[in-house]
């Protein structure tokens, strides 16, 4: 059983920051992709930020320059932070992890982080 506990997300006032956590555990062997998602109401799902086994990053248009995305394999965690943050940002943050599990590769998803940034 593998499991995703998100943390970080909060109410923030624009151009503040926000450091989100994701961290697994349960059976797994190993992780490839990290990666956080983000969907603000009325919105589809979509790709903030990922990283892979071997620390290249790849960030949507909005994120670059602003959101940092880094992972601890140690602590099977991947982190997003976000800094200069704006009222388009508030959404709910998700991460997705693909991992080799009990001989399976499978991706997971996190049950989600409120980030709203608001004056």
């Known amino acids: 059983q593998v499991q995703l506990v998100e943390s970080g997300g909060g109410l923030v006032q624009p151009g503040g920051s926000l450091r989100l956590s994701c961290a697994a555990s349960?059976?797994?062997?190993?992780?490839?992709?990290m990666g956080w998602y983000r969907q603000a109401p009325g919105k589809q799902r979509e790709l903030v930020a990922d990283?892979?086994?071997?620390?290249?990053?790849n960030y949507a248009d909005f994120a670059k320059g602003r959101f940092t995305i880094s992972r601890d394999n140690a602590k099977k965690t991947v982190y997003l932070q976000m800094n200069n943050l704006k009222s388009d940002d508030t959404a709910v943050y998700y991460c997705?992890?693909?991992?080799?599990?009990?001989?399976?590769?499978?991706?997971?998803w996190g049950r989600g982080t409120q980030v709203t940034v608001s004056s």
């Open positions: 990283i892979t086994s071997g620390g290249s990053t």
């Open positions: 349960g059976s797994i062997s190993s992780i490839n992709n």
């Open positions: 997705n992890l693909g991992l080799w599990s009990s001989g399976w590769y499978q991706t997971y």
